[in-house]
């Protein structure tokens, strides 16, 4: 049987974006009514086509059931505890303790340094701090636990004592377990939970919120010549596959953020084609992040090797995926990415 993807598109922003929904003429995008769409693109591995939203009721009736089971979702309200959902997007501050991170290595290794930093980002409008003791970036090699351990302990404590909304990036169960010991609200996995097996364990007893990630391959191999039959889709049907094993694990709960994880085994080409599309995953449900930061398509497109030089694409890519309704950034650069957003919500409040 073909199976059908549901993408919300045409939206309408602001101002203009109320009184649509005000005349029922469009529908929000996950409760937010100053942020709708009027048009849905049904989608399978054969066709693509495009109905408004007053024509949901004309198609064929199991294709029916399935699309508004859908829009329901993309309609739906999101919900992470201590995450608030009314003024978006939602940015997450990346804070790395590591010597070779690709675009901030050793800059905060120390200690006194990673405080400057998290007043720095929670003062230029970070809603989210996202620690990272270990590399991702292509190529890197993993540390062991208790080394990626030691560089976050040290500033645990002061995360803390800021009484921020604290987001933790490792893969491992140990660090995950030690970190819970100070504040953690968040785990950001970029391996989507298969790193380690008792990751999915430590999930289900703690009750801990965590984002769900899309990676090809592992940080060693990911970028060597990835293929997929349709990225869009693959990664769709991931998510799917990974939520209903979540499911069956005993995580009962819905604090899951997606992350198609632009730049993880991923080409030009497909992160141009999941960033274009990226609305599709309101369908699933749930909170849609996007970390673009600095990534290297940036550079492909603009030329600029320096990852420090990748801010206006960085900016721009920002600016061109809340417009489809992601709820979350993930961002280095937290003053330029607030002030262009807040620029352009500026400019189009009429």
């Keep these: ?19 649509k929904v005000k005349k029922g003429s469009s529908l929000p995008i996950g409760g937010n009514k100053l942020l709708s769409f009027d048009t849905i693109e049904i989608i399978s591995r054969t066709s693509r086509r495009k109905i408004s939203i007053k024509n949901l ?52 290794i120390k200690k006194v340094f990673a405080k400057k930093q998290i007043d720095k980002l ?8 996202d620690i990272g003791g270990e590399s991702t970036r292509p190529g890197s090699k993993e540390i062991q636990y208790s080394e990626e351990w030691m560089r976050i302990k040290k500033i645990m404590g002061y995360l803390k004592k ?10 491992k169960s140990y660090v995950m377990k030690k970190a819970s010991n100070f ?25 801990l919120p965590f ?41 009962n709960h819905s604090h899951i953020i997606l992350d198609p994880g632009i730049g993880f085994g991923k080409n030009l080409k497909h992160n141009i084609t999941l960033i274009n599309n990226v609305s599709i995953f309101h369908s699933l449900g749930l909170p ?17 090797n320096d990852s420090k030089e990748r801010i206006g694409g960085t900016v721009s890519s920002c600016i061109f995926s809340i417009l489809q309704g992601i709820q979350i950034l993930r961002v280095h650069d937290v003053n330029e990415v607030s002030q262009g957003i807040k620029v352009f919500k500026k400019l189009n409040y009429n």
């Design 288 to 304: 849609v992040m996007l970390g673009v930061s600095r990534k290297r398509f940036i550079k492909d497109i603009s030329g600029h």
């Design 57 to 108: 009721y004309k198609l064929p009736s199991n294709l029916k059931k399935k699309i508004l089971i859908d829009v329901k979702n993309i309609c739906k309200i999101k919900k992470i505890p201590k995450l608030k959902f009314n003024n978006l997007p939602i940015l997450m501050g990346v804070l790395n303790i590591t010597p070779d991170s690709f675009s901030d290595g050793g800059k905060f």
């Design 1 to 19: 049987m073909k199976k059908y993807y549901t993408r919300a598109c045409n939206f309408y922003y602001n101002e203009l974006s109320l009184d």
């Design 211 to 251: 984002v769900l990630h899309h990676m090809k391959g592992t940080t060693a191999n990911m970028q060597k010549n990835p293929s997929y039959k349709n990225v869009l889709l693959d990664i769709y049907d991931y998510f799917e596959q990974k939520l209903d094993f979540i499911k069956k694990r005993g995580i």
């Design 162 to 171: 800021k009484n921020c909304f604290v987001s933790l990036d490792t893969r």
């Design 183 to 207: 504040k953690l609200d968040l785990i950001n996995d970029v391996s989507g939970l298969s790193y380690d097996g008792e990751t999915i364990n430590f999930l289900k007893k703690s009750k």
């Design 122 to 129: 929670i003062n230029d409008g970070a809603n989210i701090i």
